[in-house]
């Protein structure tokens, strides 16, 4: 957790300010990738917190403007989703592009050896990339000048390892430090006497480990306190639709009529020219990882700034990659749940090579791109994310470990909407 999610991200944005210790012998002048300087690191830094809109509830918590925060309290997970999340696309255009690739590449092996579960062709790929990043880390910034040989710290000889280790103890989330240190806080929550507060903590960890050891061997001592809200509706294999639904069915407008007649007529079913139907939307659909992906007919009402978007989603069509926008659910029978989404166009494939597969931008197409798609079809909640200095295009961020959180049971809580 610290390599990844402090010291990598303090080691490169302390070079990209020119905040890092300068030796006499060197000249601060001679760092053309000290860039986030003055009204450059302050915009940046708003466009960062202008970024939480974007990022979905089940990202946790979005990262704040590191221009005012950096320095008082900027929490490990934010650096992780400012740093190997949003970073490539707003680093892009900023940082000079040969220190951008060489970030990019970093990037693209933490976000696979951040995985649960990592294909060994995969892994295959982060490890000459995590090379690849130290060594033209080498020669784009130390230089092999010994005046900047601190550049060059332990956390760089470390992160050679993270792809090499894998097959050997395992991917580095499933004992990185995030689960101790929130074991530490809840088990320091349940303390409620001042005195002998180590004594108290002791017993209250022998308590955890035995009710823990009693609900391993009898699984039924564990109380059900996950059932399904009023009105929602199990559509199978851990897709649960999620209230709000309208009461009475509506007419839609004639391009969702246009979408709806093509999914019907791939399904074998010609509709009349003058066919206009009339549905009941639902709102929110529970995925099987434990993500809500919700839809525009909801979060529309709500103003930019009080909105933390979880309508775009990550879809598997025919073997493809894809990402879409939810309009809206709805069930067309007993066993047939779709979504109505507009579709963002491939992404730019010239930009996703030269970003080492980090940065997919993809224009959003809104009722030009609209689809019917199978609900079960969706895969994951991603953000969409604006990027800067690019009207209508936007960037994917998918939550790093998001697996690792569903296992651990840190599913979004469901509330009656």
């Not at 809109?53 to 946790?60: A, E, I, K, Q, R």
């Not at 308590?207 to 509706?233: F, S, V």
């Not at 919700?294 to 933390?308: A, C, I, T, Y």
Request: proline share 6%; hydrophobic share 40%.
């Amino acid at each position: 957790m610290h390599l990844v999610a402090l010291n990598l991200p303090d080691l490169l944005l302390s070079l990209w300010r020119g905040t890092i210790d300068c030796d006499k012998t060197d000249n601060h002048d001679s760092w053309d990738w000290a860039v986030l300087k003055g009204d450059v690191w302050k915009t940046h830094g708003a466009a960062v917190a202008a970024m939480t809109p974007y990022l979905p509830g089940s990202f946790d918590r979005p990262p704040r403007n590191p221009a005012e925060k950096i320095n008082s309290g900027f929490k490990a997970w934010e650096f992780l989703i400012y740093v190997f999340g949003l970073g490539p696309g707003l680093f892009y255009k900023i940082l000079p592009e040969k220190y951008w690739k060489n970030y990019c590449k970093l990037v693209f092996a933490i976000r696979i050896v951040h995985q649960q579960e990592i294909l060994t062709a995969d892994l295959t790929q982060a490890h000459p990339a995590l090379i690849e990043f130290v060594t033209e880390f080498e020669e784009l910034y130390y230089q092999r000048r010994v005046d900047r040989l601190h550049f060059v710290r332990p956390a760089l000889h470390s992160t050679l390892h993270l792809a090499s280790e894998v097959p050997r103890v395992g991917p580095g989330l499933c004992g990185s430090q995030w689960t101790v240190e929130r074991t530490i806080g809840n088990l320091g929550e349940e303390i409620r006497q001042p005195s002998n507060p180590y004594a108290n903590l002791s017993q209250r960890g022998l308590r955890r480990c035995q009710i823990n050891a009693l609900k391993a061997m009898l699984p039924k001592l564990e109380p059900n306190n996950g059932g399904l809200p009023r009105g929602a509706r199990d559509i199978g294999n851990g897709y649960v639709l999620l209230r709000a639904k309208e009461d009475t069915a509506r007419p839609v407008r004639q391009c969702e009529v246009a979408a709806f007649r093509a999914h019907l007529g791939e399904e074998g079913q010609n509709m009349p020219d003058n066919w206009c139907p009339c549905v009941r939307r639902w709102a929110r659909l529970r995925l099987p990882n434990g993500q809500t992906a919700r839809s525009g007919w909801k979060e529309d009402l709500k103003p930019l700034e009080k909105v933390r978007m979880a309508r775009n989603v990550k879809l598997e069509l025919n073997g493809k990659l894809e990402f879409a926008e939810v309009r809206f659910y709805l069930c067309l029978d007993e066993e047939n749940t779709v979504a109505l989404v507009s579709m963002y166009s491939p992404p730019d494939l010239a930009l996703l090579e030269a970003s080492h597969y980090t940065l997919w931008t993809c224009t959003y197409q809104g009722d030009a791109g609209l689809r019917v798609i199978n609900a079960k079809a969706i895969t994951a909640v991603v953000a969409m994310v604006p990027l800067p200095g690019a009207e209508n295009l936007r960037f994917v961020v998918e939550k790093p470990g998001l697996d690792i959180a569903h296992m651990g049971g840190n599913d979004e809580i469901i509330t009656n909407e």
